[in-house]
């Protein structure tokens, strides 16, 4: 049936229809996004290295997934639908930053921390064992160990098999084990008396 085969009236009840699902979709989104965005930040600033990268990934990921023309439904494909176009986000990134860096041959700062005194130290010898590992071992901790996904959910983000996810996080916790061991970061002992 062509379109002007169909009465005004069912055209305008159509038309409803989709604004109504759009709205509702609209929805859907907003609160999926508020209730995932602080894991989200967190995935991002693992990827970024950097609080301020990290929230412009996270915001540009939010504008992605409120033009996209369709959503999913379910609750978990959701919450990985959103995790994948923030790493795919980021991944278009860094090919965006090696060719600069090939072009340019700049340098990449290094983020700046800060929190009290033992979570500064704590949060300096993670960031510089992550910084050791190769960057699939830094991911796949990042989105088991700091995103909470579940290895299932991990393999369907990352398109690799479950065993596979499963002796990457093996081999990526071995690693950040050992570089935590190596570090060089120590607290200072306080003065007796002070």
């Known amino acids: 049936m062509r379109r002007r085969d169909v009465p005004p009236a069912r055209r305008a009840e159509a038309s409803r229809s989709r604004m109504f699902d759009r709205a509702s979709r609209a929805d859907q989104l907003e609160r999926g996004l508020r209730r995932y965005l ?11 290295g950097d609080e301020e990268k990290a929230q412009d990934l996270v ?33 278009d990134r860094q090919r965006k930053i090696m060719e600069t860096l090939l072009d340019a041959e700049e340098s990449l700062l290094i983020p700046d921390l800060s929190a009290s005194e033992g979570r500064l130290i704590d949060g300096i010898t993670v960031h510089q064992a992550l910084d050791r590992l190769s960057p699939m071992a830094r991911e796949i ?47 200072l002992r306080a003065k007796r008396g002070s």
């Not at 098999?161 to 570089?179: C, D, E, Q, W, Y």
Request: charged share 20%.
């Open 38 to 48: 602080p894991r989200l930040f967190g995935y991002a600033l693992s990827l970024t």
């Open 59 to 91: 915001q540009e990921c939010a504008m992605r997934a409120l033009d996209a023309m369709r959503v999913p439904e379910d609750e978990a494909a959701l919450r990985a639908w959103l995790f994948k176009i923030l790493r795919n986000l980021w991944i």
């Open 141 to 187: 901790l990042c989105l088991v160990d700091l995103a909470g996904f579940t290895y299932m959910e991990a393999s369907e983000l990352l398109e690799v098999p479950v065993g596979t996810v499963m002796s990457r996080i093996s081999r990526a916790r071995a690693a950040l084990h050992a570089a935590l061991q190596q570090s060089n970061v120590r607290a």
